[in-house]
């Protein structure tokens, strides 16, 4: 998307790590889950790094992808337009970044607006993705549409209740974690400051 030259020594390796990070395989999947879940309007992009990005570079899909996840009347994201206008474009990627975060993917598993529309890493676009399926799946409210094996299921708190009597049991046991005194003695120490006797 965006006129760069070409990268050279150390821009250049780390460049090709972060290349090396996309999975074309990955790349299907979420093609599919977002065809699935977005309706019989989207088409289907050609195969290939390139044609993912320019696919979801413009960030309507991805906020129609974020709305299809919501009950009607609640959507997170309230007008999208196709532009092409770059500003335009890149507000709505950040609205779909908020929208995912404040429905329940982890900071840390969100990418940067330029990571998508300047195709700086496709990767991390995935991760989103994968981590936003993994909620929907989660969630399992109805809204999620398409294969459930597509994504896993990210693991549940189990919440667990002791009786007083359990608690009271608990707090006269030493744990093996304080350690042991067991076999322990003082026979053969020295006393401070005595020189150590050696036979």
Same mark, same amino acid.
């Given at each position: 998307?965006?006129?760069?030259?070409?990268?050279?020594?150390?821009?250049?390796?780390?460049?090709?790590?972060?290349?090396?990070? %996309?999975?074309?395989?990955?790349?299907?999947?979420? =093609?599919?889950?977002?065809?699935?879940?977005?309706?019989?309007?989207?088409?289907?992009?050609?195969?290939?790094?390139?044609?993912?990005?320019?696919?979801?570079?413009? *960030?309507?899909?991805?906020?129609?992808?974020?709305?299809? $996840?919501?009950?009607? @009347?609640?959507?997170?994201?309230?007008?999208?337009?196709?532009?092409?206008?770059?500003?335009?474009?890149?507000?709505?990627?950040?609205?779909?970044?908020?929208?995912?975060?404040?429905?329940?993917?982890?900071a840390?598993?969100?990418?940067?607006?330029? @990571?998508?529309?300047? *195709?700086?890493?496709?990767?991390?676009?995935q991760?989103?993705l994968?981590?936003?399926?993994? =909620?929907?799946v989660?969630? @399992?409210?109805? %809204?999620?549409?398409? @294969?459930?094996?597509?994504?896993?299921?990210?693991? /549940?708190?189990?919440?667990?209740?002791?009786?007083?009597?359990q $608690?009271?049991? *608990?707090?006269?046991?030493?744990?093996? /974690?304080?350690?042991?005194?067991?076999?322990?003695?003082?026979?053969g120490?020295?006393? %401070?400051?005595?020189?150590?006797?050696?036979?």
């Amino acid at each position: 998307m965006a006129n760069r030259g070409p990268s050279y020594g150390l821009s250049r390796e780390v460049e090709q790590k972060i290349e090396q990070k %996309y999975d074309p395989e990955l790349e299907e999947r979420l =093609v599919d889950w977002i065809i699935v879940q977005c309706g019989g309007d989207v088409y289907r992009p050609v195969h290939g790094k390139l044609h993912f990005q320019k696919w979801l570079s413009t *960030g309507a899909l991805l906020c129609k992808v974020i709305n299809s $996840l919501h009950p009607k @009347d609640q959507e997170p994201i309230k007008k999208i337009q196709e532009s092409t206008m770059a500003f335009k474009q890149m507000e709505h990627i950040s609205q779909f970044l908020k929208a995912a975060e404040a429905y329940g993917v982890a900071a840390m598993d969100i990418f940067q607006t330029v @990571d998508l529309w300047e *195709g700086k890493d496709l990767a991390a676009v995935q991760r989103t993705l994968m981590a936003l399926g993994s =909620v929907a799946v989660t969630k @399992d409210d109805g %809204y999620y549409r398409g @294969d459930p094996n597509w994504f896993h299921r990210k693991a /549940q708190g189990t919440k667990r209740a002791f009786s007083e009597e359990q $608690l009271r049991k *608990g707090q006269s046991v030493i744990g093996l /974690q304080m350690g042991s005194n067991k076999g322990a003695s003082q026979s053969g120490m020295t006393g %401070y400051g005595m020189h150590r006797q050696i036979m």
